[in-house]
């Protein structure tokens, strides 16, 4: 199980994704001899397929965590807003109490 940070969302390395599609283009296995051509073609294509599936689903979850923390951001905004405010609200009349 991975640690949660502060906000209780699971860490994730985020190169965890890179790491697949290299590993994938590492891994993919060698033809040899030209009479394999044909079969070559279709296991790269199916290889470029599986890629782009792969990157377009990174593509989309980084989008996801991107609008999760420009959400967070704007929470945190508004949060200190209502801070400095209830922090002038309780300085202002300080002085004038002696």
């Known amino acids: 199980m991975r640690p949660q940070d502060r906000f209780g969302q699971t860490k994730k390395d985020p190169t965890a994704g890179q790491g697949d599609v290299y590993n994938q283009?590492?891994?993919?296995?060698?033809?040899?001899?030209?009479?394999?051509?044909t079969t070559f073609e279709v296991d790269a294509a199916?290889?470029?397929?599986?890629?782009?599936?792969?990157?377009?689903?990174?593509?989309?979850?980084t989008r996801g965590k991107?609008?999760?923390?420009?959400?967070?951001?704007?929470?945190?905004?508004?949060?200190?807003r209502e801070y400095e405010e209830m922090y002038?609200?309780?300085?202002?009349?300080?002085g004038k109490e002696k």
């Open 46 to 61: 199916n290889r470029r397929n599986e890629l782009l599936f792969n990157i377009t689903s990174q593509i989309e979850e």
């Open 66 to 80: 991107l609008k999760q923390a420009e959400l967070l951001a704007e929470r945190l905004r508004q949060s200190l």
């Open 88 to 94: 002038k609200t309780l300085t202002k009349g300080k």
């Open 25 to 37: 283009l590492a891994n993919a296995p060698q033809q040899q001899g030209p009479e394999d051509f």
